[in-house]
């Protein structure tokens, strides 16, 4: 039995803390060594133009997938531009986005038609394909899931700038996208809590009691967030 999946991209931030463009639309383009040495400003500008933009990426991997629709919910001010990127895309379909991005990932749910639906950040690039087919296998099995890698640093509980105590680390996950859920379940999830600021679809569910489960992840899957995070980017794309 064919089970069909959907991905929703939320893209509907501003990038205030990226700089005056939108961090989707930046290209990711490495440091190439020429000649012994380090390309040149004219030779950096080219790679510019060849370049592919960070929400490229992130949909390539999901187009390589075995998710049958991509559904971007993105900000209107770059609505144009993503019709543009992506108008050989056949699996992606472009909606406008919310004022947050649990309203962005409500509207696209109300466009989706499946039985499982992965939500992912539109600025997490580095996500593999391999890992976006592992999180759909696992779904069908347990409902609800989060990719997140282990936290390996130590973590500091702090109040007014005095340690509080030291955290066990070894029960702490950093959260990752992809989500995958039961598209009913999430869907439920949304219309109870209509209206609220959550920042991941898996804490909706653990505020409403349900089980989420954790997918082992990769530290390459970075989140862009500052012009330091594309040049992180670069570099794993080069070794890749």
């Known amino acids: 039995m064919h089970f069909k999946v959907n991905a929703i991209i939320p893209a509907g931030g501003t990038s205030s803390r990226f700089g005056n463009k939108n961090k989707l639309l930046e290209k990711i383009q490495g440091k190439e060594v020429i000649n012994g040495g380090e390309a040149s400003d004219a030779d950096i500008e080219n790679r510019a133009n060849i370049g592919k933009e960070v929400i490229k990426y992130t949909v390539e991997a999901f187009e390589a997938s075995d998710v049958d629709e991509i559904i971007i919910c993105a900000n209107k001010t770059i609505i144009d531009e993503l019709n543009k990127i992506f108008k050989d895309s056949p699996k992606v379909k472009i909606i406008e986005g919310g004022q947050t991005r649990q309203a962005s990932v409500y509207n696209g749910l109300h466009v989706c038609e499946c039985d499982y639906v992965l939500i992912h950040d539109g600025a997490r690039p580095m996500i593999s394909t391999e890992l976006i087919n592992r999180a759909i296998e696992m779904v069908k099995e347990k409902k609800a899931l989060t990719v997140a890698t282990k936290t ?88 890749k």
């Open 152 to 239: 390996i640093d130590t973590i500091k509980e702090v109040v007014d700038g005095k340690i509080i105590r030291t955290i066990d680390r070894s029960k702490l996950y950093n959260t990752q996208t992809p989500q995958a859920f039961e598209y009913k379940l999430i869907k439920e999830a949304h219309e109870k809590l209509y209206g609220q600021n959550f920042t991941d679809d898996a804490g909706m569910l653990e505020e409403l009691g349900e089980t989420v489960y954790i997918l082992d992840g990769s530290y390459k899957n970075i989140k862009i967030t500052t012009q330091n995070d594309i040049d992180i980017a670069a570099i794993y794309l080069e070794k």
